[in-house]
């Protein structure tokens, strides 16, 4: 019985830690650009297709494209903060997860990606 709760807890312990790493770094757009225009030397990932980017982006932005190659694009990628954004907040999650795992740190994610950009009011290139 001792053991099964200590596996409780231990379990509970990484799922906490966990949920709470993802809910600092899910920023909302007037979050997220705070954010990135305080932080020195960061970098703004925009990971859409290079046809959405030449619809409207947002200044400043460095283009990866998020697809199954991903992961291997980040091999010129500094080791700085990163700001990450997509169309709706899908891709850039994904992309976030790949980043975190490959050792960056810290990863920020836009939530809602440009469509809550966009309806914010914020401004595109």
Do not use: H
């Not at 030449?54 to 990628?77: C, H, P, W």
């Not at 891709?91 to 809602?112: C, D, F, N, Q």
């Amino acid at each position: 019985m001792r053991k099964i709760f200590l596996l409780f807890l231990i379990v509970s312990a990484c799922t906490e830690k966990k949920a709470d790493t993802t809910a600092n770094t899910l920023l909302s757009p007037s979050e997220f650009i705070a954010k990135y225009k305080e932080t020195e030397d960061a970098i703004l990932l925009d990971v859409r297709t290079e046809e959405e980017v030449r619809a409207g982006a947002i200044a400043g932005q460095m283009n990866v494209v998020y697809d199954e190659a991903f992961a291997t694009k980040l091999s010129n990628l500094e080791q700085k903060p990163i700001f990450v954004y997509c169309g709706s907040g899908i891709r850039s999650a994904k992309a976030a997860r790949i980043l975190r795992e490959k050792g960056y740190t810290p990863v920020y994610e836009m939530e809602g990606g440009m469509k809550a950009w966009k309806a914010a009011g914020f401004p595109v290139q």
